[in-house]
């Protein structure tokens, strides 16, 4: 048996999204860069059945899969993209009637031997973020900006169920794992790979 990894993460880095629609192929693949938080909740709760006076039977039920990221600015082209946003000569409207597209979401936790952790989402949709300013004051505070999302379970090649959180882990200098993920949740390789769009 391989000798178990217990380090921890220390940092996340290349976060990308790709809008895959009802499909599993991205119509292309954009990253955001300075991700500086990312919460990944995956709910789940102990459902029992009860009888005789006791505990009949258990169950586990899963709930709803959040994300809620945090970077140093999401770029406007970024937010309308993902927020299905009307422009029009140089502005950028919200309203009722937008439509945020599905989308897929990959990011890296990284560690200090140099190896990354990659989780994909395969599809999702993503909430309007609030807006937030502040008076500048005695010294410089940069301010961040915050996005939340749902996903729901998937088809993805290579498995025989849905799935709504996959990961894949790669050493220092390796991509195998990484370039699978991307295909699993995007269709597409890594912007990296030679001969990707």
Sequence with gaps: ??????????????????????????????????LQNVTV?????IVRAYGDNKTAEMAVSSGDISVTSQFHT???EDKTVLLGLETNNGLTAIGSGDNAPYV?????KTYEDGSREYVGLPKGLFTRPNIEGQTKEDGVEFSSEEME????????????DEK????A??????TTNRDALFLAIFGQPHPDVE???
């Design 1 to 34: 048996m391989a000798e178990k990894n217990y380090r921890a993460a220390t940092g996340v880095d290349e976060f990308y999204y790709g809008v895959v629609g009802d499909g599993t192929t991205a119509e292309e693949i954009e990253r955001v860069k300075f």
């Design 41 to 45: 909740e995956m709910s789940q709760e």
């Design 74 to 76: 999401i770029p406007i």
């Design 104 to 108: 897929g979401v990959i990011f890296a």
């Design 149 to 160: 999302a749902q996903f729901m379970d998937r088809k993805v090649d290579g498995f025989t």
């Design 164 to 167: 709504s959180v996959i990961f």
């Design 169 to 174: 882990r790669d050493e220092k200098g390796e």
């Design 195 to 197: 001969g990707a769009p």
